[in-house]
């Protein structure tokens, strides 16, 4: 699914690398249809979800907090659209909120099975 750019990060940091902000560096994202976008929402959020029980699961209670700034987020996002009417925004929002809770319990099977790695 998705994730594994975030995962890296996420692990690189809590090993004690460091981490640095550079302002004037633009990330281009290839440009999608509507569709295309839709079609990736729910793997962003498993990716996500699979990776805070992967996180949690090995002991590390941090995931929780991170987990619990991501749903903050993507809530207030779908409030946003809802309140504005944007239907498109607030379905997009969504199917990444239900991707996180299915990469929750994705992640934690992965680990009771065995596999360490998405």
Request: proline share 1%; no cysteine.
């Amino acid at each position: 699914h998705g994730g594994l750019d975030m995962d890296l990060f996420y692990r690189v940091l809590r090993a004690g690398g460091k981490a640095r902000y550079e302002p004037s560096v633009v990330v281009l994202h290839e440009r999608t249809t509507q569709a295309g976008r839709l079609s990736r929402r729910h793997a962003y959020g498993y990716g996500t979800g699979a990776a805070v029980a992967i996180w949690v699961a090995g002991g590390d209670r941090f995931g929780w907090r991170i987990l619990g700034s991501w749903v903050r987020m993507r809530t207030e996002l779908l409030a946003q659209a809802l309140a504005r009417g944007r239907w498109a925004s607030a379905r997009e929002e969504t199917i990444v909120l239900r991707g996180t809770a299915e990469g929750l319990g994705g992640g934690f099977r992965m680990v009771r099975s065995g596999r360490k790695s998405r």
